[in-house]
């Protein structure tokens, strides 16, 4: 039996119950899908909190994927939406960094090397900052715009950073949203919307669901998300 439950930090995590499994086990993939085992008499509640008990591991084993792969230093020119990074080298032992209007600002010691990992950590630090900015001012309003062209209907919606997953609708129908989807471009972002705004409908991937989503897409679903999983929640 398989069911897919929201987890406020990681997203969507698949659940399945099984005859052969002893015990419960947590399976993270490389892409960041999380998968827990259950065995037969094991209650999904039970399983929710063991995912609970183990979350910190789970964050862990995501992060030791992606620092497997080489990270590109983010330097100027390099911007967001509506952000633009700006390096200073300054006299100071210290790295300071500011968002003014729509300048991401890192002061950093003059000696320092800004592809170096020290500097690099603060690049990050405020572009996830600035990349949270955006994804408020307009993801809420963006998920209106499209809850009134499909005719769907959510309750509230959250902006946050998650791990593994680009958004997630919960049992009550709050949808929560990626600070990440902010990287990607405006076509994604509406197909990731538009799928959330269908688990309003069926809370499942079944045919029905994907049927739903494609026909709201013009027939784009399965391409939409095969060019979605090229990208990750992540800075590069």
């Given at each position: 039996?398989?069911?897919?439950?929201?987890?406020?930090?990681?997203g969507?995590?698949?659940?399945?119950?099984?005859?052969q499994?002893?015990?419960?086990?947590?399976?993270?993939?490389?892409?960041?899908?999380?998968?827990?085992t259950?065995?037969?008499?094991?209650?999904?509640r039970?399983?929710?909190?063991?995912?609970n008990?183990?979350?910190?591991w789970?964050v862990?084993?995501?992060?030791?994927?992606?620092s497997?792969?080489?990270?590109?230093?983010?330097l100027?020119p390099?911007?967001?939406?509506?952000?633009?990074?700006?390096?200073?080298?300054?006299?100071?032992?210290?790295?300071?960094?500011?968002?003014?209007?729509?300048?991401?600002?890192?002061?950093?010691?003059?000696g320092?090397?800004?592809?170096?990992?020290?500097?690099?950590?603060?690049?990050?630090?405020?572009?996830?900052?600035?990349?949270?900015?955006?994804?408020?001012?307009m993801?809420?309003?963006?998920?209106?715009?499209?809850?009134?062209?499909t005719?769907?209907q959510?309750?509230?919606?959250?902006v946050?950073?998650?791990?593994?997953?680009?958004?997630?609708?919960?049992?009550?129908?709050?949808?929560?949203?990626?600070?990440?989807?902010?990287?990607?471009?405006?076509?994604?972002?509406?197909?990731?919307?538009?799928?959330?705004?269908?688990?309003?409908c069926?809370?499942?991937?079944?045919?029905?669901?994907?049927?739903l989503?494609?026909?709201?897409?013009?027939?784009?679903?399965?391409s939409?998300?095969?060019?979605?999983?090229?990208y990750?929640?992540?800075?590069?």
């Amino acid at each position: 039996m398989k069911k897919v439950l929201c987890h406020a930090r990681l997203g969507e995590v698949v659940f399945y119950r099984t005859r052969q499994a002893h015990r419960i086990s947590i399976a993270v993939r490389p892409s960041g899908h999380v998968r827990v085992t259950l065995p037969a008499g094991c209650s999904f509640r039970q399983g929710f909190a063991f995912l609970n008990e183990k979350e910190e591991w789970v964050v862990g084993a995501i992060e030791r994927f992606r620092s497997s792969h080489s990270f590109v230093p983010l330097l100027p020119p390099y911007s967001t939406r509506r952000h633009v990074l700006t390096l200073v080298p300054k006299r100071t032992d210290r790295i300071v960094t500011r968002i003014y209007g729509n300048r991401m600002v890192v002061y950093y010691p003059e000696g320092d090397d800004p592809a170096g990992e020290v500097v690099q950590t603060a690049i990050r630090r405020v572009v996830l900052r600035a990349l949270r900015i955006e994804a408020t001012e307009m993801l809420p309003g963006r998920v209106r715009e499209l809850a009134l062209t499909t005719g769907l209907q959510c309750r509230n919606v959250t902006v946050r950073t998650m791990v593994s997953r680009w958004g997630s609708c919960s049992s009550k129908d709050d949808i929560s949203l990626n600070v990440y989807l902010m990287l990607l471009p405006q076509h994604l972002v509406d197909y990731v919307i538009v799928h959330e705004l269908c688990h309003t409908c069926y809370k499942n991937h079944s045919a029905d669901f994907h049927a739903l989503v494609d026909r709201l897409l013009g027939g784009r679903e399965a391409s939409l998300r095969t060019e979605l999983r090229r990208y990750r929640p992540m800075l590069s």
